[in-house]
């Protein structure tokens, strides 16, 4: 169960939220849970007074489970924690009929599973959480920390006036692919083109959502409204399947100052999917980061480097 209401207490609490679903089931996850947690442990560094906050979005079994996983994987850690874990169940009953009418522009198939919801929970986590609740990362757990975690709350300092969250971009031509049509119609736009000049759509594995700022943007919340979301997704002829991140994809074409954009090294994907798969000749515009790497992440199964 969720307590946020008595987690005001301490001096400074660091919030990050993990989707945890059907790990019990799956080695693979369990395996990239445990690179993730041990090299967040393993470079987490926190003044006095300070607590990060886990929280995971879980069913019964892959709670059960993660509960004796953090037990091993924190013992080591330097810094004062707290664990949360919240039930899927009920959060997608909370989402539900926020997010209903954006699916079916943003989700596999039909869209109209109710199931899928859970895949939009950033989109509206500024409705589910409580108001005492201002600052969340939201992470994925195929990633690999090479930095202290702490660095990556500094971020929030960052956002200019009007920003709602921190994003990195996607680094594959994805989003080149889905607007397809509308780069057909809008042969000079900056759609889907790569970096540094064009708008390659963002990536929603190390996200940083300021609840305050997104329960403040009057223009956010106008976006989330279903006749909104249809208008952006006909005028950019979008039909997507990636869920929350092509939510933000599509609404930072139309309005990218809602954005902080995290340097490419907070999320450092490796996927190389879309290399093989008709976008070879561009491919490396697209997956080039230059700097340091805070964070890399192995999406789409992808093997993480060791060092
Ligand atoms: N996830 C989960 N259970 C699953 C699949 C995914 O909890 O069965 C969560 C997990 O946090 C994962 C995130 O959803 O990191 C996104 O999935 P994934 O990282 O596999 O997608 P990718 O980054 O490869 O697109
Ligand atoms: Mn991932």
């Not at 993990?18 to 849970?33: A, I, W, Y």
Request: with cysteine; charged share 20%; net charge negative.
């Amino acid at each position: 169960g969720l307590r946020v209401g008595d987690m005001t207490t301490v001096d400074q609490r660091y919030h990050a939220l993990m989707m945890f679903t059907k790990v019990d089931r799956s080695r693979s996850l369990q395996d990239k849970f445990r690179v993730a947690m041990l090299s967040m442990v393993k470079h987490g560094r926190f003044l006095e007074g300070e607590v990060l906050v886990l929280h995971f979005v879980s069913d019964q079994a892959s709670q059960e489970l993660g509960q004796r996983m953090l037990q091993e994987f924190l013992q080591d850690a330097s810094f004062e924690y707290e664990i949360f874990f919240h039930d899927v169940v009920e959060l997608t009953h909370e989402l539900f009929p926020i997010v209903e009418a954006m699916q079916k522009h943003f989700s596999a198939g039909s869209g109209a599973y109710y199931s899928d919801s859970i895949f939009f929970l950033s989109v509206a986590m500024h409705h589910i959480m409580p108001e005492s609740l201002t600052r969340i990362v939201q992470l994925d757990l195929d990633l690999k920390y090479r930095t202290n975690i702490r660095d990556l709350f500094q971020e929030f300092d960052r956002f200019p006036p009007g920003a709602v969250m921190g994003i990195a971009r996607e680094m594959q031509p994805v989003y080149r692919h889905t607007f397809w049509q509308y780069r057909k119609e809008n042969p000079n736009t900056r759609v889907g083109e790569p970096p540094p000049d064009g708008l390659p759509g963002f990536n929603s594995g190390v996200m940083l959502l300021d609840l305050s700022s997104m329960r403040a943007s009057a223009l956010y919340n106008q976006l989330l409204k279903p006749d909104n979301v249809a208008k952006l997704a006909d005028q950019y002829r979008f039909r997507g399947h990636l869920g929350d991140q092509d939510f933000f994809t599509m609404i930072g074409m139309e309005h990218p100052e809602l954005f902080h954009s995290l340097a490419c090294g907070w999320n450092r994907q490796l996927c190389t999917w879309w290399r093989d798969h008709g976008y070879g000749d561009v491919f490396q515009l697209y997956y080039r980061c230059d700097g340091p790497v805070y964070i890399y992440h192995g999406n789409c199964n992808s093997p993480i480097p060791d060092d």
